[in-house]
Nanobody, 115 residues
Framework: QVQLVESGGGLVQPGGSLRLSCAAS????????MSWYRQVPGKERELVAA????????NYADSVKGRFTISRDNAKKMVYLQMNSLKPDDTAVYYC????????WGQGIQVTVSS
């Protein structure tokens, strides 16, 4: 079955960095667009970054452009989100996402940016 497992979250000070990882299994990873979303209580889940299955095509939310970088390793079936210059507004639960016969989500991982 489809599985997406996030890791790498935690508490970081403003201006710091974190790298999220998502381990994927149970589907054709190399042909699937992979994305990261985030959600804070009381708000809708929002797209943070997405990466095409082939080529360097990426898409970022305006709020993270220039600070976050999505990447993937098709051989390892991993997708990453490097987050730099973190701000308190980046505090959220981050989700790995794939469209495989519908929306597929990881369990989510907390990122807290606070001094």
């Amino acid at each position: 079955q489809v599985q997406l497992v996030e890791s790498g979250g935690g508490l970081v000070q403003p201006g710091g960095s974190l790298r999220l990882s998502c381990a994927a299994s149970g589907f054709s990873f190399s042909t699937t667009i992979m994305s990261w979303y985030r959600q804070v209580p009381g708000k809708e889940r929002e797209l943070v970054a997405a990466m095409a299955s082939v080529g360097p095509s990426t898409n970022y939310a305006d709020s993270v452009k220039g600070r976050f970088t999505i990447s993937r390793d098709n051989a390892k079936k991993m997708v990453y989100l490097q987050m730099n210059s973190l701000k308190p507004d980046d505090t959220a639960v981050y989700y790995c996402h794939a469209w495989v016969d519908g929306d597929r989500w990881g369990q989510g991982i907390q990122v807290t940016v606070s001094s």
